[in-house]
């Protein structure tokens, strides 16, 4: 089974921080997804990236950006948290058309 | 543009009652179509996918349906359990375009008393 690993399952950080969030995938996916996870608002999507060194936004990118130097990593950047940045944040990968699979998640808190 | 429209919870139900959580779509071309569940705490899971017009995808007693005509894929389980708790995402996959990016509806909420 491939499998998603995310560094954290919680994090606290403090506003102005810069935060790293990682996501790492064992199954030499070409497609990477970070989003975020709020109550009523379901799942949203921030950055994705096709290819190592590719990245796209998503739906809500500002305040993020995201890194992807080599194909089983891919990292998003909260440049200087802020506490509407609190969030579920959770990574996929996929295969061409397959359907994703998701890690467990990381809860941030940004205080 | 995609979208993909859930019915409002939250659901609570009591242990061997008859499920249904509504979900209609839009889409261009012929998308395929999934339910993920998120158990508490943790990320999310396939569930189930229908690929073409009249599928059904079925796993672990739950089943959906995609009716093109309806433009819906409706989940449905016969007798739900305390363990069925979690949350529940609708999405979709447009086969048209040069990216596979699924579309997730607001996800519902479903409890299950003993």
């Known amino acids: 089974d491939v499998k998603v690993t995310q560094s954290s399952r919680y994090l606290v950080k403090r506003t102005g921080e810069k935060v790293f969030l990682e996501c790492v995938q064992d199954?030499?996916?070409?497609?990477m997804f970070w989003y975020r996870q709020d109550p009523g608002l379901g799942l949203r999507l921030i950055y994705f990236?096709?290819?190592?060194?590719?990245?796209e936004k998503g739906d809500i990118p500002e305040g993020y950006s995201v890194s992807r130097e080599k194909k089983e990593r891919f990292s998003l950047i909260l440049e200087s948290a802020s506490t509407n940045q609190t969030s579920m944040y959770l990574c996929?990968?996929?295969?061409?058309?397959?359907?994703?699979?998701f890690g467990s998640g990381t809860r941030l808190t940004v205080v | 543009g995609n979208s993909v429209t859930q019915m409002e919870g939250p659901v609570t139900l009591s242990e061997e009652a008859f499920l249904t959580i509504n979900c209609t779509y839009t889409a261009t071309g012929y998308p395929s179509l999934f339910w993920y569940v998120q158990y508490p705490g943790e990320g999310l899971q396939l569930l189930l996918k229908a690929t073409k017009a009249d599928d059904k995808g079925s796993n672990k007693g739950f089943e959906a349906t995609y009716r093109k005509e309806t433009t819906s894929f409706h989940l449905e389980k016969g007798s739900v359990q305390v363990s069925d708790s979690a949350v529940y995402f609708c999405?979709?996959?447009?086969?048209?375009?040069?990216?596979?990016?699924?579309?997730f509806g607001k996800g519902i909420t479903l409890s299950v008393r003993p």
């Open positions: 990236s096709y290819d190592v060194k590719m990245k």
């Open positions: 999405a979709l996959r447009s086969l048209t375009g040069a990216n596979s990016k699924l579309t």
């Open positions: 996929a990968s996929s295969f061409g058309g397959t359907g994703y699979t």
């Open positions: 199954m030499d996916h070409e497609n």
